[in-house]
Each structure stands twice: as structure tokens, then as C-alpha cells.
């Protein structure tokens, strides 16, 4: 669930299957941490940039 505001977004409550992936969940946990900290975006051609308060905390490109 997000929640989308001019510039704005915020995401609320993520959820997971809670299946285990072996060298995996560290990664997913930091993702979704990273997810919850969003406060705007910005899409600028192909890529989707995610901010948090202290700037740019993830950027997506999209493919081909």
C-alpha cells in the first residue's frame, strides 16, 4: 500500500511471504527498510528515483 502526494510517497505496512532464502533475507530487510524511510520520488526518463529525508536512498532503471 503507498500513498502518493504531488511529490510525495509514502508506503505503508509491507508484507512478506516469510519464506527463507539463504543469503537473501538481509537484502530483502534492508530493501524494505529503505521502502518505509520514502518520503518523494521523482521518474526522469527511464529511471525512478526513491528519496528519504537525507536524499536520494534508491533509484531504479527500467529496462528494455
Known amino acids: 500500500i503507498y500513498e502518493i ?4 510517497l509514502t508506503f505503508g505496512m509491507m ?4 519464506m527463507y532464502c ?4 538481509e537484502t530483502e530487510g534492508e530493501f ?4 518505509q524511510k520514502t518520503v518523494r520520488y521523482s521518474i526522469k526518463g527511464k529511471n525512478l528515483q526513491l528519496y528519504d529525508n ?6 531504479f532503471v527500467a529496462g528494455n
Open 5 to 8: 502526494s504531488g511529490k510525495n
Open 15 to 18: 508484507m512478506t511471504t516469510e
Open 22 to 25: 539463504e543469503g537473501k533475507m
Open 32 to 35: 524494505l527498510k529503505t521502502l
Open 54 to 59: 537525507t536524499g536520494v536512498s534508491v533509484k
